[in-house]
């Protein structure tokens, strides 16, 4: 009796967490459409990542991004080597939707009510692996259409 409770308990507990993430996923796509349909592809933003990293990594950086493409950090030029970590809103949904897919143990967003974009978020793909959580904050969104 006491092993068909423990085995009811731990299949109710992956169905829930399975359920969770669909509703992540789904929700993180009905977040993409919103911002899809606001047509906007010249933006400035701000953006700032928390992991554990080196301090450079973890400054708030001004981005611009011009028909969707990241062109300036800080008013300088995009060097994709230096700036590999910022993002654009679009690769944004699509790096949540990869980490999604693969099941993280802990998962939070917060999205834009006006526009639909991810304002926050963060993510521990696995809680047995030490320093590879992940966080990023996006403020001071303005278009530039």
Not at 4 to 26: N, P, Q, R
Not at 45 to 59: E, G, K, R, T, Y
Request: with cysteine; glycine share 2%.
């Amino acid at each position: 009796m006491r092993l068909f409770l423990i085995a009811g308990t731990v299949l109710f507990l992956f169905a829930c967490k399975k359920e969770a993430l669909e509703t992540d996923l789904s929700l993180l796509q009905k977040q993409r459409k919103i911002w899809e349909n606001q047509r906007i592809d010249s933006y400035k933003i701000d953006q700032q990542m928390s992991c554990f990293c080196p301090n450079a990594l973890v400054a708030i950086f001004t981005c611009t991004i011009e028909n969707g493409i990241l062109v300036t950090v800080d008013d300088q030029p995009y060097d994709a080597e230096q700036h590999a970590y910022l993002k654009t809103i679009d690769a944004v949904f699509d790096y949540l939707e990869k980490r999604l897919e693969n099941n993280p143990d802990h998962f939070s967003v917060n999205y834009d009510a006006t526009y639909g974009f991810p304002v926050d978020f963060y993510i521990d793909q696995s809680e047995m692996i030490a320093d590879e959580e992940i966080g990023y904050t996006f403020s001071n969104f303005r278009s530039l259409e």
